[in-house]
């Protein structure tokens, strides 16, 4: 069964700091991959998605992800984050003619002034 | 544009009644989902529909139902509320299963 593991559960860096959030996943296609993020009291809001390509994927405000095959992973990074950043975010794994997608339990982060 | 509307944002709810969240989207997407939200799990899909008049089960159904009457509604039920039921609900909907979900702001219930 096709599964997405977020291995940090919180994560807490230094504003100012690089941010790594693992995301591995298990599937066999080739697949579809999301990163999300949820801040405090909201829903749901799409960072970056990849389908195909560039296994470097850029995404909305200063977020990136890189896709290896060969390590199953989808990490996302940030080069310097922003006390705004806090939040918790969610890797999802989708496919071609999949009836839904299936989302990692999570990591929050916390940003240390 | 307001995408995934949610209905109602919070209610208390006593054990034993029963209520309808209702979600709405205005984007004319075929799929729609529900999912309840509690700490430390993540999201759990209820339910989920692939197209007006279908429904299946997700991982956590039970005390749930759920209606897609319409394209744009889904109506996610709970007949007779249980404390357990605590959660936050979350819809989503996208145009293709596999493709991004679009989600809406989250419905807080408290069942006492």
């Known amino acids: 069964a096709q599964s997405v593991t977020q291995p940090d559960i919180h994560i807490t860096v230094s504003e100012g700091a690089s941010l790594e959030l693992r995301c591995n996943y298990s599937y066999g296609a080739t697949p579809y991959l999301f990163w999300y993020v949820q801040s405090p009291g909201q829903g749901l809001q799409l960072l970056l998605k990849?389908?195909?390509?560039?296994?470097l994927v850029q995404g909305i405000k200063g977020f990136e992800a890189e896709f290896k095959r060969s390590q199953s992973s989808f990490n996302l990074r940030k080069p310097s984050v922003h006390w705004s950043d806090a939040a918790e975010y969610f890797c999802a794994v989708g496919y071609s003619s999949a009836s839904k997608i299936i989302f990692g339990s999570g990591t929050r982060l916390s940003i240390r002034p | 544009n307001a995408g995934v509307t949610q209905t109602p944002k919070f209610r208390v709810l006593k054990t034993g009644q029963s209520m309808t969240l209702l979600c709405a989207q205005d984007m004319n997407h075929e799929y729609m989902y529900w999912y309840r939200q509690d700490p430390g799990m993540g999201l759990r899909l209820i339910h989920y529909?692939?197209?007006?008049?279908?429904?299946a089960k997700g991982e956590v159904p039970d005390g749930y139902n759920v209606s897609r009457l319409k394209k744009q509604n889904f109506l996610l039920g709970l007949e007779s509320a249980a404390p357990s039921q605590t959660s936050v609900y979350f819809c989503?909907?996208?145009?293709?299963?596999?493709?991004?979900?679009?989600f809406g702001d989250g419905t807080r219930l408290s069942i006492l």
């Open positions: 990849y389908f195909s390509g560039d296994t």
């Open positions: 989503a909907s996208t145009v293709d299963g596999g493709q991004p979900q679009h």
């Open positions: 529909s692939v197209g007006e008049g279908t429904t």
